[in-house]
């Protein structure tokens, strides 16, 4: 096997060495079948894949307002009752352009005093923001990380984060 032929909607496109393809420049949210082809080293053709089909980004994707970061998280002691603790986990989710983004899933991790993990999942709201209550806790560190956001359309860019942790000492 020397590459592979892909066709979009019947007709020949590009060629790869790669197992995998994006197609770029398509009219935003159409759907198009794709088939590939492999071709060895002496230029032989073989037989065209079954169909699969894709739809474009509604948006038509890549753009720098497509992507989305943390721009905050912030932990604090929201209830104290004898000696637990309720602790509070506040995420704010923005776009590439720096405003906040709505239905963001939020993917977190709370690392207990006891060096345990408790995972959280929860979807910002108009402002941008989801709050996570780990109730009933003890004293010592507790720290939070952003693990993934999910957002149809959107690309984690998490280079761009202003915060992914925090830490908070009870
Ligand atoms: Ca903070």
Redesign the pocket.
Known sequence: MSYYKIYRDGTYIAQTTSTSYSDTGLAASTTHSYQVSAVDTSGNEGQLSDTASATALSDGGGGTSDTMYVS????WVSKSYGPFRDISIRVTVVDGDGLALNGVTVYLDLELPDGSIVSYTGTTDSNGEVVFTYTKGGTGTYTATVTNLVLFGYTYDASTNI?TS?TLIV
């Not at 905050?72 to 932990?75: F, L, N, R, V």
């Open positions: 905050a998280i912030d932990i915060e925090e």
